[in-house]
């Protein structure tokens, strides 16, 4: 499989590839890993006429802290994301996530970048992003600007980004220090997307869950954060009712595809479950 | 569409040619460079089989573009033996331990696993699991690609392989 022919450019700056990626139009895509766009062009699902490959351009790698944030350059690879000790101690639940992301080779290739501006609603990412509250770096030829990554995702592969925009970086609120974090993923078979997941960050305060954010993953064509079944468990410790009232409370918002991974009941139920498990190992994790 | 020139290091020797954008890494490798060590698979970034080790980092060469790889360093399959043509600790220990059957995930399973243990050397037996999980095997269930992985391993840390109690 041979993906149709296009046009390839290599800019060295941010400004230089939003300047092409403006000029070109509808015409370009930006190229990060290439590992969603580049199977798209093989199957001529995808036909742009020019790729700008972001791979030359300084400053969009690399992990950093600013105060009380983490902020992520979008090239940076989930390989690198792994080998952090940075996100290891900070935002555990990514080093997590990243390790149930695809396989060892595409890991060394795809982008946190890619993975949360794509808008697939099969990337994990993305309803991580959200339970931590970060938000995006978006630049173009008019400036930059700050979106939240609750406000970013409009639908499958729709999202905030305006023609010629690119994100150029992911900045994370550290969660508090001793806080409990899990994600569950269900998925089929190594390197497959989620048939259904749910990410968890909560706070604990005396025996009792203090905060809790609550994301799912494919369960909607979007990213979804299940306020609701979070609510559900401020307060509590966490007993086997609260667990079922959680469960239901997201069951209620998931309106997944029916897929290969399942009909839609099936997605809805083990996205229950997902949330369940996410929670539970989410609190025997946090320090009261 | 025109072609670009690219140079690459393959196996320590320095290659060139023309390419269209559209080139993939594999193709380039196969056709151009005619090293047709590194199978073409599934083509859709599962199965592994086009493996090659890029700038210090195992990808599968069907999703990479040739002029990505432009003055990159690349290893594959045909590189990996000794200086001198010996077997390599883990073209051994997949002769040995019987670690193929048909032999086409091999070259992938080979560079993969090389990476593998330069990043780490006494990597477990769920490490290599983990860490061989983007390279498909249709034939040996990857009992003896795993035990082929530990005897290299165990070769390349200057002990004795000792295998697992069944």
Do not use: W
């Amino acid at each position: 499989m041979i993906p149709g022919p296009f046009n390839y450019h290599r800019p060295a700056t941010v400004a230089d590839a939003v300047k092409l990626l403006a000029s070109l139009g509808d015409d370009a895509r930006p190229l990060a890993g290439g590992h969603s766009l580049v199977p798209m062009m093989k199957l001529r699902l995808a036909t742009p006429e020019h790729l700008v490959d972001l791979h030359g351009v300084e400053g969009l790698k690399g992990i950093r802290r600013d105060g009380n944030r983490i902020v992520i350059g979008a090239m940076t690879t989930q390989h690198e994301l792994l080998a952090s000790d940075e996100i290891a101690r900070s935002a555990p639940i990514l080093h997590e996530a990243a390790l149930l992301i695809a396989d060892p080779q595409v890991r060394y290739r795809g982008t946190i970048g890619g993975n949360v501006a794509n808008g697939d609603p099969g990337n994990d990412m993305p309803a991580l992003m959200m339970t931590l509250g970060a938000s995006y770096r978006l630049e173009g030829s008019s400036g930059a600007r700050d979106v939240a990554a609750s406000e970013f995702y409009q639908g499958a592969y729709f999202t905030a980004l305006e023609p010629g925009e690119l994100l150029t970086s992911i900045s994370i609120p550290a969660p508090a220090a001793g806080h409990g974090y899990a994600y569950e993923k269900l998925k089929r078979k190594v390197g497959d997307y989620a048939t259904a997941a749910a990410a968890v960050v909560l706070t604990m305060a005396s025996g009792k869950v203090a905060t809790c954010t609550i994301g799912l993953t494919n369960l909607a064509e979007t990213p979804l954060s299940a306020e609701d079944a979070a609510r559900a468990v401020i307060g509590t410790g966490l007993d086997a009712a609260t667990l079922k009232k959680a469960a239901a409370a997201a069951e209620a918002i998931m309106s997944p595809a029916a897929d290969a991974r399942g009909p839609v009941e099936y997605r809805k139920h083990v996205g229950g479950i997902m949330v369940t498990r996410a929670l539970t190992r989410a609190f025997a994790r946090a320090s009261s | 569409m025109a072609k670009t020139h690219v140079t690459m290091k393959v196996n320590g020797a320095e290659v060139e040619g023309l390419v269209e954008p559209r080139t993939l890494l594999v193709h380039f490798i196969r056709e151009n460079l005619q090293m047709t060590g590194t199978h073409i698979g599934c083509e859709t970034t599962h199965c592994g089989a086009c493996t090659v080790d890029l700038d210090g980092m195992s990808v599968k060469s069907c999703t990479v573009f040739a002029v990505q790889a432009d003055g990159s360093e690349i290893t594959t399959i045909e590189g990996v033996a000794n200086a001198d043509g010996s077997l390599s600790a883990l073209q051994e220990g997949f002769r040995m331990m019987h670690g193929l059957q048909c032999g086409f995930c091999t070259p992938g399973m080979i560079v993969r696993a090389q990476r593998l243990l330069m990043e780490n050397p006494s990597s477990t037996e769920a490490e290599i699991r983990m860490g061989i999980s983007g390279n498909l095997c249709r034939c040996t269930g990857y009992q003896n690609i795993v035990r082929a992985i530990q005897y290299a391993a165990a070769k390349i840390n200057g002990v004795e392989f000792q295998e697992a109690a069944e």
